[in-house]
């Protein structure tokens, strides 16, 4: 993990499909310009959060016009009960990340003991 | 610097008066967004259009359009003049019933971008990469528009000869 100064950070939300199917729930996000090395993706607890950040423009270079943001990507999600959180993977080709979040083969029923007052 | 942006849907979308309306608005609170902030602007308008930067340095301009998730074959690239015309078609990479979906804001389908160059280039020279979904265009300036370097004559003032200034 890398230490960052919150000031001197700023990110957009990257775009997301999510889908859902019988084993899994696949969520696709858009982190164009973002290799592997600058992409951090965290879970904790129930939140799982995308981190992405674009190397800065080499020097000498003049924008002449500019519509991309100049700013790194990051998005946080909630991740339900459903979600098997040893079962996470990801994949980044082309600037797409691809996460298939495996869902808990089956909620364990606890039983609950009650205490005779 | 001039931006051509492809509309292919303005002149017959009954809902463009609405973007329109939309300038106005942000206009009158001042806060107008940055493409990139602005995602629902594509909604109206009905197409997928990229997001370029141009950049220049002394010997090239430089391209770079956001393409997340598209085939290197699916992108087309032409030059005409000084307008450099990026193409393609993103396509849906996987088969999922509309049902099964939580969210899509992602956009699929055909687009064009053209962008003018803020300077004369040289099409043979033009070098192209796809990485990291982001489409890189470097295309070096011509040799005469890289600005050739006027030297400043000392004690001479050009076009008042013969008025008292000295004569070499």
Not at chain 2, 14 to 29: I, K
Request: charged residues 35%; hydrophobic residues 35%; contains cysteine.
């Amino acid at each position: 993990m890398r230490t960052e100064n919150a000031a001197e950070t700023r990110f957009v939300e990257p775009r997301v499909n999510i889908y859902e199917e019988p084993e899994r729930i696949v969520l696709q996000a858009e982190l164009p310009g973002v290799s592997r090395e600058e992409l951090d993706i965290d879970i904790d607890g129930d939140r799982l959060t995308i981190t992405g950040r674009r190397s800065p423009d080499a020097e000498g270079v003049r924008m002449v016009y500019g519509e991309r943001s100049p700013f790194g990507f990051r998005r946080t999600f909630i991740l339900g009960n459903v979600i098997d959180r040893g079962k996470v993977n990801a994949t980044l080709k082309d600037g797409v990340l691809e996460l298939v979040l495996g869902k808990v083969a089956k909620p364990k029923a606890r039983k609950i003991e009650i205490k005779a007052g | 610097m001039r931006l051509i942006r492809y509309r292919p849907r303005s002149e017959v979308d009954p809902f463009s008066w609405l973007s329109g309306f939309r300038d106005d608005l942000d206009q009158f609170f001042e806060r107008k967004l940055a493409p990139w902030q602005a995602a629902e602007g594509d909604l109206l308008e009905g197409a997928w259009t990229p997001l370029v930067d141009v950049c220049e340095d002394k010997d090239s301009v430089l391209v770079r359009a956001d393409l997340p998730g598209l085939n290197k074959e699916d992108i087309d690239l032409s030059i005409l003049g000084s307008t450099l015309t990026i193409k393609g078609e993103k396509k849906s990479e996987s088969e999922v019933k509309e049902e099964n979906y939580h969210r899509v804001e992602r956009s699929y389908g055909l687009f064009q971008r053209s962008v003018q160059l803020p300077a004369e280039v040289d099409e043979s020279k033009v070098e192209a990469s796809y990485k990291d979904g982001v489409l890189e265009v470097k295309l070096p300036k011509k040799e005469a528009v890289k600005g050739k370097k006027v030297a400043i004559k000392a004690g001479e003032k050009p076009g008042k000869k013969g008025k008292g200034g000295e004569t070499k």
